[in-house]
C-alpha cells in the first residue's frame, strides 16, 4: 500500500506557472506508475499526466502536452508535475495517482492522493 500527499497548490495569474508535487510514503515506490488528474468543479475527473516506472515513458492529455511536464525521483519517492503557460481552464482540483504494476505490466490496483487546489486567474 501506498499513502500519497500532494503540495504545491495555489493561486496563480494565468501565464504564471506552478510545481505540483506528490510525497509517497510505503514500499517499493518503483512500481508504481505515477500520474496526475484534475478535477474541475461540476465536472468529471480528467487525465492529466502520466510517467513509467523508471521515468524514462511520459503521457499527456492533449490540453496540457508542451505546457506541462511530468518528472519523478525515485530516490526520494516523489512524483512532480511542472505547470506552465497556466490558463484559466486548468483551474481544478489536482490529484496524484498511484498505479501499482507487477512483472509484465499487470496492472493490479490504483491509490489516490487528497488533491490540491490549483487556481488561475484571468
Known amino acids: 500500500q501506498v499513502q500519497l500527499v500532494e503540495s504545491g497548490g495555489g493561486l496563480v495569474q494565468a501565464g504564471g506557472s506552478l510545481r505540483l508535487s506528490c510525497a509517497a510514503s510505503?514500499?517499493?515506490?518503483?512500481?508504481?506508475?505515477m500520474g496526475w488528474f484534475r478535477q474541475a468543479p461540476g465536472k468529471e475527473r480528467e487525465f492529466v499526466a502520466a510517467?513509467?516506472?523508471?521515468?524514462?515513458?511520459?503521457y499527456y492529455a492533449d490540453s496540457v502536452k508542451g505546457r506541462f511536464t511530468i518528472s519523478r525521483d525515485n530516490a526520494k519517492n516523489t512524483v512532480s508535475l511542472q505547470m506552465n503557460s497556466l490558463k484559466p481552464e486548468d483551474t481544478a482540483d489536482y490529484y496524484c495517482?498511484?498505479?501499482?504494476?507487477?512483472?509484465?505490466?499487470?496492472?493490479?490496483?490504483?491509490?489516490w492522493g487528497q488533491g490540491t487546489q490549483v487556481t488561475v486567474s484571468s
Open positions: 495517482n498511484a498505479d501499482l504494476i507487477v512483472a509484465g505490466g499487470l496492472y493490479i490496483k490504483g491509490y
Open positions: 510505503g514500499r517499493t515506490f518503483t512500481n508504481y506508475a
Open positions: 510517467i513509467g516506472l523508471s521515468g524514462s515513458i511520459t
